[in-house]
């Protein structure tokens, strides 16, 4: 069994890389524990700590369902010292890996609704997680939309589920966008900045969850956009990917207000959001 502090890593496996972006900033890590015991259950939502022996470890969200079982997936943007690390990385190479961390999205709760998923970039693979866990239960639902969008064609990840796989699910709409079409002319969909698409989309409210993951100003844009379509603070969820560095809620680097991201969040509806401080 992995160790009771919730704080020690147990040794885990790269099984697999795949490039996510065409300029390999982001890349998707399949990650095994060496002991299969040390294996833990995650909801939607939730988040893992992966470390790279003698350099670090840093947060990241589980884009896999646990629908799916192990290995997880991790998407990882290179942007510091241990994610510059794990991209790399190569297969084969050992890791630490520690969770799950977090509270989840309210799924059960759900139930009977339509869904609306608007992410952009490589903050969809929070989304993912969650939009593949409720593909899973599908008949919990009603009509699914995921609304996504990049800075541009290249920037889009996960092409395999927004190109094939999720638009051939029941009652499922996949709507895409960038922010700039490529040189060569060969994105032939819309063009244009998320919040701007979701207005264009309107996806209804009624009997209706909207789910939002993205760069921060993304998603405030997002938030200004949604009550516009209808929707109410209640029927609105986000996550906030403050830096979280211990994972119980000891350190204080995540802490807002009196909440700390990594046990109170990631996942917040707006109702919860607007208690926080002004700060934020």
Known sequence: MMSDNLLVPGV????????????????????????????????????????????????????????????????IKRAGRVTGALH??????????????????PVEDWKGKNLVFIAGGFALAPVRCLIDYCLAHRDWFKHIDIIYGARSPGDLCFKPDILERWPQEKDTTVSLTVDRADEAGTWKGPVGFVPSFVEQVKPSPKDTIAVTCGPPIMIKFVLQVLPKLGFTDEQTFTTLELKMQCGVGKCGRCNIGDKYVCVDGPVFNLTQIKKLPAEF
Not at 51 to 65: L, Y
Not at 88 to 105: E, T
């Open 12 to 75: 885990a496996t790269i099984l697999d890389i795949r490039d996510e972006t065409s300029n390999g900033d982001t890349k998707t890590f399949w990650v095994q524990f060496d002991k299969p015991e040390d294996a833990f259950v995650h909801r939607p939502g939730q988040c893992a700590m992966i470390s790279v022996f003698g350099v670090g470890e840093s947060m990241i969200s589980i884009t896999s369902t646990p629908t799916r079982g192990w290995p997880i997936e991790l998407c």
């Open 88 to 105: 790399d990385s190569q297969i084969g190479d050992k890791v630490g890996l520690r969770g799950p961390y977090g509270n989840i999205f």
